[in-house]
């Protein structure tokens, strides 16, 4: 079973528009959240991380945590093309150095 | 902004042969990681080293080595690549192991064992 599931798996968005990510842990070990974007052809980049409960602002991208469900989340306002890609959930315990697990990823299409 | 370099970009090989991929990190981050990407499978951990000479097993080691000769550089072996390692590899950084540091990736190498 996957540790970190993503929904939906893919998602288009008016240009100016909002778009909503979500993502669930089945592990209560996991403590640290991230959200990584991949652009076609590019390896994933950090966008941003979460680590305690509530919300975390950075630009046009707020993330939300609820560590009592596991459950994180994403939002980007005033989408843009660039936004097009695809955005990776990934999860971290408390064990020193055990890599992240990544969820299977939501493809993320902004049309004008 | 921490730089990833890995080689070749591409490979194309057949079953049994050997492959070598290679990643080079020029941020004297004691951490790096091998990924692979699979459609339906997300990206799942190799394996990594948290220095040189140090190797540990990720989610996935079967049919895969590592080796990590320096801080910069790490490598990952298919000794008898097999079709089911057709996939996108892609290695990673981190100054430190645990989660709540970012991991910077390379810009993958795509792998087809015919």
């Known amino acids: 079973q996957q540790k970190v599931q993503q929904s939906p798996e893919s998602l288009s968005v008016p240009e100016g528009g909002m778009a909503s990510l979500n993502c669930t842990s089945s592990?209560?070990?996991?403590?640290y959240f991230w959200w990584y974007r991949q652009h076609s052809g590019e390896g994933p980049k950090a966008l941003m991380s979460i680590f305690s409960d509530g919300d975390k602002k950075e630009g046009r991208f707020t993330a939300h945590l609820n560590k009592a469900s596991l459950h994180v989340s994403l939002h980007i306002r005033d989408s843009q093309p660039s936004d097009s890609a695809l955005y990776f959930c990934?999860?971290?315990?408390?064990?020193?150095?055990?890599?992240?697990?990544f969820g299977l990823g939501t493809r993320v299409s902004v049309f004008p | 902004e921490a730089a990833v370099t890995q080689s070749p970009r591409n490979k194309v090989t057949v079953t049994g042969g050997n492959v070598t991929l290679s990643c080079r990190q020029t941020?004297?981050?004691?951490?790096m990681y091998w990924y692979r990407q699979d459609t339906g499978h997300g990206l799942r951990l190799i394996h990594y080293?948290?220095?040189?000479?140090?190797?540990q097993i990720g989610d996935v080691p079967d049919g895969y080595k590592a080796t990590r000769t320096t801080q910069e550089d790490f490598f990952l072996l298919l000794e008898l690549a097999s079709p089911s390692q057709t996939s996108l590899y892609f290695c990673?950084?981190?100054?430190?192991?645990?989660?709540?540091?970012?991991?910077?990736f390379g810009p993958g190498t795509r792998l087809t064992v015919l």
């Open positions: 941020n004297s981050h004691n951490y």
């Open positions: 990673a950084s981190s100054d430190k192991g645990w989660g709540g540091y970012e991991q910077y």
């Open positions: 990934a999860a971290s315990n408390d064990n020193y150095a055990q890599g992240l697990t």
């Open positions: 080293s948290y220095g040189a000479g140090n190797l």
């Open positions: 592990d209560r070990n996991f403590q």
